[in-house]
Nanobody, 123 residues
Framework: QVQLVESGGGLVQAGGSLRLSCTAS????????MGWFRQAPGKEREFVAGISRNGLSTTYTDSVKGRFTISRDNTKNTVWLQMNGLQPEDTAVYYC????????????????WGQGTQVTVSS
């Protein structure tokens, strides 16, 4: 069984930055594509960004392109989400998860969701 632990959230003013971390344990990290997702109050969870096993390919939802950057370090079993230019609409609980391919990670739904980390952006 894999365990995912997110951290790094907080309260930031519009235009600010945060760096989220997700550490995985329990299975071979390099076997999986990793993704970040978020869920705002009253809304469904949505895909934010994904990264390939070797970290060379990434994909983003349109609303974060140019502002967010996903990266990973397979030696640390960790994936990060660098968020710049944060806006109030980025306020959400952010989660990481794992999958088998970049094409399917946006719609992944399994039992590996962690507790998430809250990001709040004030205007």
């Amino acid at each position: 069984q894999v365990q995912l632990v997110e951290s790094g959230g907080g309260l930031v003013q519009a235009g600010g930055s945060l760096r989220l971390s997700c550490t995985a344990s329990g299975r071979t990290f390099t076997s999986y594509v990793m993704g970040w997702f978020r869920q705002a109050p009253g809304k469904e969870r949505e895909f934010v960004a994904g990264i390939s096993r070797n970290g060379l390919s990434t994909t983003y939802t349109d609303s974060v392109k140019g502002r967010f950057t996903i990266s990973r370090d397979n030696t640390k079993n960790t994936v990060w989400l660098q968020m710049n230019g944060l806006q109030p609409e980025d306020t959400a609980v952010y989660y990481c998860n794992l999958g088998r391919s970049l094409s399917t990670i946006p719609t992944i739904n399994n039992d590996y969701w962690g507790q998430g980390t809250q990001v709040t952006v004030s205007s």
